[in-house]
């Protein structure tokens, strides 16, 4: 019965893999292909590469792969700031309310980024901050995920480094810096994965706060391109949308053992 078990469970996450990545392969079919022939699955079609030179004329997207790199680069550089700081001082530093304040962090995680968007909106423009990268990545630098996650890392290092640390004559920064960044390398990889693979994909909040092929990155760029007025060809969509996918993809593949490991780290941790 066991055995029949464990069959029934390997197909059912079978069939899942299977209906999560069809989107993607027909996607990738389509690209390769005339329109006629990626929708009635010709399998003796012919393979082209036209869709992508269609794809890559019809829009700026060289300044859209700079705008996504750089957009998802001063995010993470801000995550990494941010959430080590809070991270090290929830985790080590005893000051009074420290556990009130770490709840307040968290419920954040219960509070959809859609409903502040009127708020993010209004601030960012106050801040002259509207149609710019930094005015994108600005209300998502304090992330109560990475908090916790820097917090729970920063808590499994050991209190003999850091009272050795002390003793060496090291202050808050030091300790910090020496002791506990080093230390949580695993969970720093396995949060940028999360976070550039989050924000490359973000779309709602960089449409309304860009107006301006200068910063808008590839998620909009994308839905532009693909809007009916501007004609619907299935086969040049989809070359454009595996463009568009195509530097994460080949991150994972190329770095999938260390992305891994580095969850399975932080996770033990």
């Keep these: 019965m066991s055995g029949l078990s464990r069959h029934i469970e390997s197909f059912g996450a079978l069939l899942l893999a299977v209906i999560w990545i069809s989107p993607l392969v027909f996607a990738f079919w389509a690209a390769f292909h005339t329109t006629s022939d990626a929708v009635n699955f010709n399998l003796a079609a012919p393979w082209t590469l036209d869709n992508f030179r269609t794809a890559w004329d019809g829009a700026p997207w060289l300044r859209y792969f700079l705008n996504t790199f750089l957009l998802v680069t001063v995010i993470l550089i801000?995550?990494?700031?941010?959430?080590?700081?809070?991270?090290?001082a929830f985790a080590q530093v005893r000051f009074p309310g420290r556990d009130i304040v770490f709840i307040l962090v968290l419920m954040q995680l219960f509070i959809l980024p859609e409903v502040l968007i009127v708020e993010n909106y209004v601030?960012?423009?106050?801040?002259?901050?509207?149609?710019?990268?930094l005015g994108v990545g600005m209300p998502y630098m304090a992330s109560a995920f990475?908090?916790?996650?820097?917090?729970?890392?920063?808590?499994?290092?050991?209190?003999?480094?850091?009272?050795?640390?002390?003793?060496e004559g090291c202050g808050w920064f030091g300790i910090l810096w020496r002791v506990y960044v080093?230390?949580?390398?695993?969970?720093?990889l396995a949060y940028a994965l999360?976070?550039?693979?989050?924000?490359?994909n973000n779309f709602l909040w960089p449409l309304i706060v860009t107006n301006s092929p200068d910063t808008r990155p590839l998620t909009v760029g994308l839905s532009i391109f693909a809007a009916p007025e501007n004609g619907v060809d299935i086969s040049v969509i989809s070359a454009a949308t595996i463009m568009s996918v195509a530097p994460l993809l080949i991150a994972f593949l190329v770095f999938q053992r260390q992305f891994v490991q580095a969850f399975l780290r932080a996770g033990i941790k």
């Design 146 to 167: 990475g908090i916790f996650l820097m917090r729970q890392a920063f808590k499994g290092v050991p209190i003999e480094l850091h009272e050795a640390a002390r003793v």
């Design 78 to 88: 801000g995550q990494f700031f941010v959430t080590t700081l809070a991270g090290f």
């Design 182 to 188: 080093p230390l949580a390398r695993p969970t720093y």
């Design 194 to 200: 999360v976070s550039v693979s989050t924000h490359w």
């Design 123 to 133: 601030m960012v423009s106050r801040l002259g901050m509207f149609d710019t990268i």
